[in-house]
């Protein structure tokens, strides 16, 4: 008697207990998909959407706004891109703009443009590398590029509040001038380093230079000018500037003109700078500058 009991409860057990399955699946509904499966991520064009540059669209202008980036190194004949419009951001995506060596060219020029940043590769062989004209061109960016051997200069922002960050510069300046950076009024010049600019030129020579009120830090500038017949100048910051944190060193070994290797413009701020080695004088600090401690033999 107890047996069957107890199988009579196992029975009703399982008979619950498909009831219970039996009643999830008519709740649940048929749960084959009726299609595959859809995308859920986005593709890097609704990410950022960006026009590439390959070597068959050298010379290329740039005459609408948005992102740009290299596919490749690319060489050109003469001036490679013009942006010709604000709003404009280049990656060089670690490729190389090469020039021609000869000639009047740029790697990138702009003229009066406003708001262009370029990143991120290398830009040499040209008369200048990056190339802002007018004093009316403002707020560009240049980050992380590699400025080398173009005849006058590699970085040349004229215009105002501009930001040149994590750049190297070095053998610019074959003519009559050599610049390794330069950048106008009210810029933010950091981190970066300028050598061996403007050897044997005939002219003056900046490895950088910095417009009035610009803010001038954590730059290393050497070897620039050597056996130049003009005026050298390591570091160059003009009046009303802040000039912290700077290294300047043998610059212009064997120059005929005059060496500096911290210029100084009136009514500055100038600390933890250091200078030395330079083949005339190290620091020139008017008096109307605020010093902190500098070493500056």
């Known amino acids: ?36 499966p859809g995308p859920t991520m986005k593709t890097l ?12 669209d050298i010379p290329k202008t740039i005459n609408t706004p948005g992102s740009y980036y290299l596919t490749e190194d690319i060489s050109s004949a003469g ?14 995506s670690g490729f190389a703009l090469v020039g021609p060596g000869s000639g009047t060219n740029y790697g990138i020029y702009m003229n009066a443009r406003s708001n262009v ?35 006058s200069g590699g970085i040349s922002l004229s215009g105002s509040g501009h930001l040149v960050k994590g750049c190297m510069a070095g053998n610019n300046g074959t003519s009559a001038t050599g610049y390794g950076i330069y950048a106008g009024g009210g810029s ?21 230079f910095a417009s009035s009120g610009s803010t001038v830090t954590g730059n290393t500038a050497y070897n620039n000018g050597s056996w130049a017949t003009g005026t050298v100048f390591g570091i160059y910051a003009s009046s009303g500037s802040t000039v912290t944190g700077n290294t300047a060193y043998s610059n212009g070994a064997g120059a005929s003109g005059n060496v500096y290797g911290i210029y100084l413009g009136g009514n500055s701020l100038v600390d933890q700078n250091t200078a030395y080695l330079n083949s005339g004088t190290n620091m020139y600090k008017p008096a109307s500058c605020t010093f902190g401690t500098n070493h500056a033999p």
Do not use: W
């Not at 970066?192 to 005939?202: Q, R």
């Open 117 to 151: 940043e370029i990143r991120n590769g290398t830009v040499r062989n040209f008369s200048y590398g990056i190339y802002e004209n007018s004093d009316n061109g403002s707020g560009h960016r240049v980050i992380d590029v590699r400025a080398v051997s173009n005849k």
């Open 79 to 92: 001036t490679a891109i013009t942006v010709a419009v604000d709003d404009v951001t280049i990656d060089l």
């Open 1 to 36: 008697m107890e047996t069957r009991q107890k199988r009579t409860k196992i029975v009703g057990g399982l008979a619950l207990a498909g009831l219970l399955v039996l009643s999830l699946f008519a709740v649940a509904g048929n749960l084959e998909p009726t299609a595959p």
């Open 188 to 208: 933010t010049v950091t981190g970066n380093t300028a050598y061996s600019n403007g050897t044997s030129v005939t002219g003056t020579v900046f490895g950088i």
């Open 45 to 56: 064009d609704q990410v950022e959407p960006r026009i590439p540059i390959s070597q068959t």
